[in-house]
């Protein structure tokens, strides 16, 4: 018997965290314009020690305007999602779930065409729109996911399921009426786009609220445990099975909300960090938490970067990258863990 | 009537053991159920009271629907009884909080298939969860008190097997050592024999018998199996749509109009070794050849 | 220098401008019509005239270019048109220092307008001035030839299943208005999905096509009558159908060619003599782009 230690969770984070940093720097270095690594080594060193003028204006501008909070965003919504499927997946103990099965980035869509719609030329108009509609939508699921006072498994996954499809049906209707050219920039938003950086006073907000969302969670995680065993049986257990999956749907949601107001839904992170960090590391949430965190982060960079460069210099939505790295992988991990 | 069984409401016999205080003490407990809060209560559970002592094992008889389960989560404290109260070691259960009622009772329930991949011995490493803090990772102690549950259900080799690969009778001893590794006083199963074959089942119900006389246990199963709670139990509580129809030992309870009442099977009851009764299906042959039997005269 | 653009944002243009990179086909021609193509550093993959523009480097396409390597060619002005470009594009440039300038022509005026003003930037002022002039004196020769002549009722087809047409404020409606037509579609704004069944009640005279549409092998009437419905329309039975070049659509000098063509095909007697034939076939314009040319093929 090998309990999970502290010591082994500090470990491997410190491993995803090595893989991430290696895989920032190529995304760093990789792009339609090649950058050398001393190149690039010389650039990061001369902005750390204040003297970025002396940089050629293009390096500036590529590296630190363009790559670098382009790589940033991808690191943060990648860890967003996959903790949010990974609470999703608890809290509905569905291997099945991703941070968008109970609708909140079809409300978070229908916010953002709404407000594409009535406030295009507001900079974050958007970003602003889908947060809210997020927001508004993970209320009236809650809602509606309840029953005798607590939120139901089974009654959550039909409350998110139906809304989803609801609010695909009023977006997909007013794509048609609403026959403003604004909207094409929906198809990239919907796929997931990490082009448009976050606004400067955004930055901190979304910084805090993924570090207090991932936080929540991980409170839980030894909770979490238990509750895929069977809710009854955590309940003999001594978990406050009420409060814990309070706190994992709002947690949860609210990291989707974040990450879907910032670039859009990407797709297949939130289903697959989890199940492919569970294969290499084990089931145990009090791991599993800060490692799907982490492959987020490494998966969304590197499926980035491959969105840039496979077809340059036209640039794919990181989404329609995902989606063709996912599939394969999920029937891989299917397959394995079927053996 | 036998001077062994108990009346429902308590007994000189009661008074006398002074130095051995009942463990579990259920006091008119009574539960109503409704599915929505409109409706009127459609399922109850009508006051039961009944007493068990420390290294006990006590068999909640009924047929199916008979509010057996209900009693079960009364008495585990994840329901709160309408009227009446549940008592373990003179507190009451309602009044403690979910942590340190962990630490008292644990329940082995029907296990649904597990979602996720486990492995056996972090399985049980869960029983521990109410000792622990903040990530609640295991010390060592919690280490060697797992693996004493698992050597106690006779599942050491089995710690590093995932669960999904083992056996249904192996699994339900997984599930147990994690309910033996809460350390509890009281140990609650619900209907644990269901799916396994008559083998399994006398073996757990031993081995039942053996964790509650080695770690004093209360033992309370609910089962419809009455020849195992003939076999194994020191007092039945029998049940019949949610009403406490008798308390006391096998031989008090299995009376056999009583039984035939309840369970609406011809049965014969005879008198076995230890003075434990021993249930029988009645052959219907026996009764056409006795017109004038017993059975015909109370049919009519 | 500072300039406020079509979307009403004031930028600061560098002078003089040496490196112009541009994000959609019609600002490119517009430049090399402004006898300032040399100095276009970088086109998108979609700009196909003139020739020249198809060799340029390219930075992408139009909905998705790489910021990147428009960055590393370093240009003084970026231009792009609200009709095509992403907005996420535009700001994301601005944000960087660069000066972008957007069109968003709502009416052939807008677009002259948008030319002089890009003459200006780029110190082609007087060249830019001349093609003004001249496209305005055709225009006003043509709106002479055609005043007192009913306008045709037409529709025109961006795209046929599921139909779409074009919206009044928009200046391609007002480019067939020039032309002498009027669009049977009242809707307000941008590139309306209309039911057929509309349209069948509108009943109009002819329908126009941008050269793009169609296919080379078949004449149109043929491509119309397989799809359902369409045989009812009296335009098709009639054959009263106007395939115009592309460059209608496309708001550059070359626009007033198209205008003046399309006029021809729906008003053939006020051009008399050596009018093109009107009646039982379709209408083709002699192709002036480099476009795929079924009238060459004929």
Known sequence: MRPLTLRRVLWTCALLAGVLFAVCVAALKLGAVPISVSDLIVSLARVAIGRSDQLPLDYRLIVFDLRLPRIVLGALVGAALSVAGAGYQALLRNPLADPYVLGVSSGSALGAVLALQFAPQIAFATPLGAFVGAILTITGVYYLGRREGQLDSTTLLLAGIISASFLSAIIMFLMTTLASRDLRGMAFWLMGDLSTPLAPNLRWFFLVALVVGIGAIYTTSADLNLLVTGEREAMHLGVDVTRVKLVVYVAASGLTALAVSASGAIGYVGLLVPHAMRFLFGSDYRLLIPASALGGAIAVVLADTLARTIIAPTELPVGAMTAIAGAPLFIFLLRRSMR | MSAAGTSATGSHEAHSRLADTPRLAVEQASYAYSPTRRQIPTFTLGATSFQARQRELVAILGPNASGKSTLLQLIA??????????????????????????????????????????????FVLQGRHPYGRALHLANEEDVTLAQNALAQVGAEHLADRRMDQLSGGEKQRIILARALAQQPLLLLLDEPTLHLDIGAQVELLERLRRLAEENRYTVIVVTHELALAAEFADQVVLLHRGKCLRVGTPAAVYQRELLEQVFEAPLEIEAGPAGRPRVSLRSRQADIARPDSADNRTRG | MQVTDDLGRTIEVPQPVRRIVSLAPNLTETVFALEAGDRVVGDTSADDFPAAAKSLPHVGDVLAPSLEEIVALHPDLVLATNDLNRRATVEALARMGFAVYVTHPQSIDDVLNSTAQIARL??????????????????????????GVPPRRVLFVVWTEPLMSVGKHTFLADALSRAGAQSVVDIADGWPQVSFEYVLKLQPEYLVFAGSLRDANAPPEEQLSKLPGWRDLDAVRDGKIAVVSSAIDRPTPRMVDAIEELARLLHPEVFAPGAAAGGGAALIAPETSTEACLACAR
């Open chain 2, 77 to 122: 404290g994840s329901l709160a009884p309408l009227s009446g109260r549940v008592l373990l070691d003179g507190i009451e259960i309602g009044s403690l909080d979910a942590r340190t009622r962990a630490q008292r009772i644990a329940v082995v329930q029907q296990h649904a298939p597990l979602v996720f991949p486990a492995i056996a011995g972090e």
């Open chain 3, 122 to 147: 780029i110190g082609a002022g007087p060249r830019g001035d001349a093609v003004i002039a001249g496209m305005r004196e055709r225009l006003d020769a043509l709106a002479k030839r055609l005043s």
